[in-house]
């Protein structure tokens, strides 16, 4: 989910949109390339048995000419069941490469013992050339600045399929993730149970040869030479090393949106049910190249969004993708530095909101089900899903959430409606803007109205089963889906000057 654009907001920055929900996508499972069914021997033809002279009857053996065919056949079978029981005990017998046999699967657990102990030579030893031992020793120095509460790789298949072998990196980064999540690699292996190598290192790769989306390669650890992080409780904030003074300054900005969101949510949040709870923590990359923004977790890289200032992009529980419900196990945030948000001179308010925005998402994507198939088409209501966000970056500070509200609506031609998902992410900055402060609007009028308690239970249940929206609606305030819109319109005409 990402940031709008509100044009005249405080600080000059509009907010760029919250990338549309459930956008990233789990991936496609990959193609099973292993336990293709071997297609059985065809029946040999049976070559045609002389018949018998014409004219004549068949002479009959009796009893002798069977034993004699009885005895040949009982020959026979002795003979080839010798000849099997031969080669079964004389051949040589077959390694067993399965599980932890697997050559590939000890250079993945030889990575992950290496990294535990933080040996560097030990990591790099599975790589093939000076060129590459030189790139893994810079994803290791990357890694071990890290607060792991585990991190592991496995191999996914029993062999490589003309060379490729498939590898996991599970992971869970401590005081964030909920549950371990994981990054997909591609390794270029040679195909050899005594010495194997690792050649080349990528993401997972489609059916076409791209980078997977789903893989959620490349990482930050993967893709900078190093990383500058600081660390916080419930914060991990990262950036390349050149950025480490942007890294240092936004810290404890950061961390105390953190800890506003956190406490919010903890306050008037309806306890964790079903195996579900709010996030823990944040995992934060600030980049301030557009183009690095874009390639952060995204395979190949997402398709630019000038709207957009900052992202909050869920990774799936590891061994969820399965499952027929969405499971988060924590998400991974991204934002845009180059913006007057965090150059102006009123840098630590715009780095407050959009700090509070998507963490705000954050917070409560473990509690989404919903597998989105097409943006727009979704049962969940994406006024709730921004709005929530949006409330949480004003929470607090009524007077910048007026000023904001009142600059995004100024011009706006308000029909007294929330906004509809579909165009929920519109391409002017001037709609999509109104669409944040009309969402945050709808959620800062039920909590003030009815309490925050009311209005976070109605979001939790929302991220919980979307289909029950009206329903949930009613739970909230008592009433039909109808009169909440009428009396909210007719309280955003009250309270928002030059909205009618």
């Known amino acids: 989910m990402s940031y709008p654009p509100q044009p005249a907001a405080p600080g000059g920055q509009s907010y760029p949109a919250q990338q549309p929900y459930g956008q990233q996508p789990y991936g496609t499972p990959p193609p099973q390339p292993y336990g293709r069914q071997a297609q059985p021997y065809a029946q040999q033809p049976q070559p045609y048995a002389p018949g018998p002279p014409s004219g004549k009857p068949p002479k009959r053996r009796g009893l002798r000419a069977f034993l004699i065919g009885l005895g040949t056949l009982g020959g026979l079978i002795a003979i080839f069941a010798g000849m099997v029981i031969y080669h079964v005990t004389t051949r040589p017998a077959q390694p067993d490469i399965g599980g932890d046999n697997s050559p590939w699967q000890k250079l993945a657990a030889g990575m992950t013992a290496a990294l535990a102990a933080k040996d560097e030579e030990a990591f790099v030893k599975a790589f093939k050339t000076d060129e590459l031992k030189e790139k893994q020793r810079k994803v290791f120095r990357n890694l071990v600045k890290i607060p792991w509460e585990s991190a592991h790789w496995e191999t996914q298949f029993a062999r490589p399929l003309n060379g490729d072998m498939m590898v996991v990196f599970v992971h869970q980064v ?10 997909t690699y591609n390794w270029r292996v040679d195909d050899t149970i005594t010495d194997p190598k690792i050649s080349e290192v990528s993401g997972s790769k489609t059916l076409q040869g791209k980078t997977s989306d789903g893989s959620f390669y490349p990482a930050p650890w993967d893709f900078y030479e190093e990383l500058a992080v600081e660390t916080r409780d419930n914060l991990v904030l990262v950036a390349d090393k050149s950025q480490a003074a942007e890294v240092q300054r936004d810290a404890d900005v950061l961390a105390q949106a953190a800890k506003d969101d956190l406490e919010a949510w903890r306050k008037s949040g309806p306890a964790a049910t079903g195996g579900r709870e709010s996030a823990r923590g944040f995992f934060i990359t600030l980049e301030k190249r557009r183009e690095v923004y874009n390639k952060l977790y995204a395979g190949e890289g997402r398709e630019n969004d000038g709207l957009e200032a900052g992202v909050n992009m869920p990774i799936p529980a590891h061994g ?17 530095t180059s913006l007057s948000r965090f150059t102006g001179a009123d840098w ?23 597998q989105v198939i097409v943006q727009g088409l979704q049962n969940t209501q994406m006024w709730v899903i921004e709005g929530f966000a949006d409330y949480l970056a004003f929470r607090g500070r009524d007077d910048r959430a007026r000023t904001v509200a009142q600059a995004s609506l100024q011009g706006y031609n308000f029909d007294g409606t929330l906004p509809e998902s579909l165009t929920f992410y519109a391409d002017q900055a001037k709609d999509r803007s109104a669409h944040y402060a009309l969402g945050s609007l709808g959620i800062r009028y039920m909590a003030q109205k009815y309490g925050e308690d009311k209005a976070f239970a109605f979001v939790a249940a929302h991220y919980a089963d979307p289909k029950q929206y009206k329903q949930q609606i009613t739970d909230a305030t008592g009433l039909t889906v109808e009169k909440f819109q009428s009396d909210w319109a007719a309280w955003v005409r009250a309270n928002v000057p030059g909205v009618r």
Do not use: W
């Open 320 to 336: 969820s993708q399965a499952s027929k419900e969405r499971v988060s196990g924590g998400s991974r945030i991204v934002m845009d």
């Open 174 to 183: 401590k005081a964030v993730d909920s549950k371990p999540v994981a990054e």
């Open 348 to 370: 630590k308010n715009g780095v407050t909101d959009i700090g509070r925005h998507e963490m705000g998402h954050a917070t409560v994507e473990l509690l989404a089900t919903e």
